[in-house]
């Protein structure tokens, strides 16, 4: 008993002492998530979770990282991942291996994820999507910090049509497998509908993700046709507003898109079909689009080794993907963004700003996404640099307005004023001994949240989501 007393106040007493505490960024560029270039010589005073100025004097007594010349950002939001599994290029391994995972073995994998993609400087994440409640799991444990992971809203299971994008494979009904229902987000008609909104809801989603079209990945229907009626998405929108709870639409197919806009769903996933009509619509709409275009790319190596239903859809999908992204820029379509991240490998997200770049979006557009994911998330806390702000920051070598891809090289990441990870120093400097002080650990005592050089991201690759997520994303 003495000994748990004992415990608990050391607890508290490093919970205040984190609250407490002041730490100044100093950097060469700051780019603040709402401007179109950088601020040169950059201060930011971090007092507990939040930003408290930026620029200015060090307060006394401040500890001060010197991060030299890099550029600090916003801490990245993903506003579409499926932390939950990971798919590899071998369809075939990662279906068996997929059957045969048990779920504590699973939701294990799921937690290297989470750090991969917080190591990548991504400190929120929309999760859209999981099984066996994984993603709740991650949430909360990484909330208790138990294991370090981002942020994460989770939508537990997506909801769907009978034999749709959401529902299992078409095993044979001699094998006995279980048919899902509006427990699992399956529903035949309106009132099924909202039963499965309430279920997701009553088991701890965050968000409520819709299959409205097909998709690329699952074996048996068309990418682009729509799955679910007027009556039944308008159940989904109006149940989740009515809790609260924003609407994500997975949506290929334009005349899908249509139904599900009207209805009025939050934001657009992948939209990959979208006619310049209905782009017109979502802006007149205010409907956000999240294009991840980072899954078209991670499939295009692996057309060759997938079934051959899906590997046609993938061409299609392939093939649109460039133009209606061009044409929701023109149209003005508010972008956010997202990766689909598990269709491509887990820590690669930055990846996703090249691509919007070379597709015709401005470098400090592209930045500003993270702004966009932040709103669509409904967190006005995140997403900018700014007193009072969360502290969530992430620092990139050089200037990402001259070369996107520093992104994908984060050196300094800190999630809510605590660092995760620092940039490697020379262990006889001076300022090895500043940054490698124990109490700057993060998560644990023994400094395993530091930076360390950069690892073969394919090392805690997991080849193989679970069986369900066949159909749970892209």
């Given at each position: 008993?003495?000994?748990?007393?004992?415990?608990l106040l050391l607890t508290l007493a490093a919970s205040l002492s984190a609250q407490d505490r002041v730490i100044a960024?100093?950097?060469?560029?700051?780019?603040?998530?709402?401007?179109?270039?950088?601020?040169?010589?950059?201060?930011?005073?971090?007092?507990?979770?939040?930003?408290?100025?930026?620029?200015?004097?060090?307060?006394?007594?401040?500890?001060?990282?010197?991060?030299?010349?890099?550029?600090?950002?916003?801490?990245?939001?993903?506003?579409?991942?499926?932390?939950?599994?990971?798919?590899?290029?071998?369809?075939?391994?990662?279906?068996?291996?997929?059957?045969?995972?048990?779920?504590?073995?699973?939701?294990?994998?799921?937690s290297t994820f989470a750090r991969k993609t917080l190591d990548a400087g991504v400190t929120t994440v929309r999760d859209?999507?999981?099984?066996?409640?994984?993603?709740?799991?991650?949430?909360?444990?990484?909330?208790?910090?138990?294991?370090?992971?981002?942020?994460?809203?989770?939508?537990?299971?997506?909801?769907?049509?009978?034999?749709?994008?959401?529902?299992?494979?078409?095993?044979?009904?001699?094998?006995?497998?279980?048919?899902?229902?509006?427990?699992?987000?399956?529903?035949?008609?309106?009132?099924?509908?909202?039963?499965?909104?309430?279920?997701?809801?009553?088991?701890?989603?965050?968000?409520?993700?819709?299959?409205?079209?097909?998709?690329?990945?699952?074996?048996?229907?068309?990418?682009?046709?729509?799955?679910?009626?007027?009556?039944?998405?308008?159940?989904?929108?109006?149940?989740?507003?009515?809790?609260?709870?924003?609407?994500?639409?997975?949506?290929?197919?334009?005349?899908?898109?249509?139904?599900?806009?009207?209805?009025?769903?939050?934001?657009?996933?992948?939209?990959?079909?979208?006619?310049?009509?209905?782009?017109?619509?979502?802006?007149?709409?205010?409907?956000?689009?999240?294009?991840?275009?980072?899954?078209?790319?991670?499939?295009?190596?692996?057309?060759?080794?997938?079934?051959?239903?899906?590997?046609?859809?993938?061409?299609?999908?392939?093939?649109?993907?460039?133009?209606?992204?061009?044409?929701?820029?023109?149209?003005?379509?508010?972008?956010?963004?997202?990766?689909?991240?598990?269709?491509?490998?887990?820590?690669?997200?930055?990846?996703?700003?090249?691509?919007?770049?070379?597709?015709?979006?401005?470098?400090?557009?592209?930045?500003?996404?993270?702004?966009?994911?932040?709103?669509?998330?409904?967190?006005?806390?995140?997403?900018?640099?700014?007193?009072?702000?969360?502290?969530?920051?992430?620092?990139?070598?050089?200037?990402?307005?001259?070369?996107?891809?520093?992104?994908?090289?984060?050196?300094?990441?800190?999630?809510?004023?605590?660092?995760?990870?620092?940039?490697?120093?020379?262990?006889?400097?001076?300022?090895?001994?500043?940054?490698?002080?124990?109490?700057?650990?993060?998560f644990d005592g023994d400094g395993a949240l530091r930076a360390r050089p950069e690892r073969d991201r394919d090392g805690?690759?997991?080849?193989?989501?679970?069986?369900?997520?066949?159909?749970?994303?892209?």
């Open positions: 008993m003495r000994n748990a007393v004992l415990a960024l100093k950097a060469a560029r700051l780019f603040d998530g709402t401007s179109n270039d950088v601020v040169t010589n950059a201060v930011v005073i971090v007092e507990g979770t939040r930003i408290r100025s930026i620029g200015g004097a060090v307060p006394a007594g401040a500890e001060v990282i010197d991060l030299g010349d890099v550029t600090l950002l916003p801490g990245f939001i993903d506003a579409h991942t499926h932390l939950s599994g990971e798919s590899s290029d071998n369809y075939y391994r990662d279906y068996f291996e997929g059957l045969m995972r048990h779920q504590g073995e699973q939701a294990l994998l799921a859209l999507a999981s099984w066996e409640y994984i993603d709740v799991s991650l949430r909360n444990a990484i909330n208790a910090g138990y294991v370090p992971g981002p942020r994460m809203l989770v939508a537990v299971h997506p909801i769907g049509a009978t034999g749709g994008h959401g529902d299992g494979d078409a095993y044979p009904p001699a094998r006995g497998i279980p048919q899902s229902g509006p427990m699992q987000g399956i529903c035949a008609g309106a009132d099924q509908c909202r039963s499965a909104v309430r279920f997701q809801i009553k088991y701890g989603a965050d968000v409520i993700k819709v299959m409205m079209s097909g998709g690329v990945l699952s074996l048996a229907d068309s990418v682009d046709l729509p799955q679910m009626t007027r009556e039944e998405i308008e159940a989904v929108v109006s149940e989740a507003h009515q809790w609260g709870k924003k609407v994500a639409a997975h949506c290929h197919g334009d005349a899908a898109a249509k139904t599900a806009i009207a209805a009025g769903v939050d934001s657009i996933e992948h939209g990959t079909f979208l006619q310049p009509a209905t782009l017109a619509l979502m802006r007149e709409k205010g409907t956000y689009l999240v294009p991840t275009l980072l899954a078209a790319e991670s499939v295009r190596p692996r057309l060759e080794s997938l079934p051959p239903s899906i590997a046609t859809k993938a061409r299609a999908a392939i093939a649109a993907r460039d133009a209606t992204f061009r044409n929701a820029l023109k149209a003005g379509v508010k972008i956010a963004f997202g990766t689909d991240s598990a269709v491509s490998r887990h820590g690669l997200n930055a990846r996703e700003f090249a691509l919007m770049t070379s597709l015709g979006m401005s470098p400090a557009a592209a930045l500003r996404t993270t702004a966009n994911s932040a709103a669509l998330l409904g967190r006005t806390d995140l997403g900018t640099l700014a007193p009072g702000q969360l502290a969530d920051l992430v620092a990139v070598p050089g200037n990402p307005l001259t070369d996107i891809t520093a992104t994908e090289r984060v050196s300094f990441v800190m999630k809510e004023g605590t660092v995760i990870k620092r940039p490697v120093l020379a262990p006889q400097s001076a300022a090895w001994r500043q940054w490698a002080a124990p109490e700057d650990a993060g805690l690759h997991a080849p193989g989501a679970a069986l369900r997520h066949r159909s749970r994303g892209r």
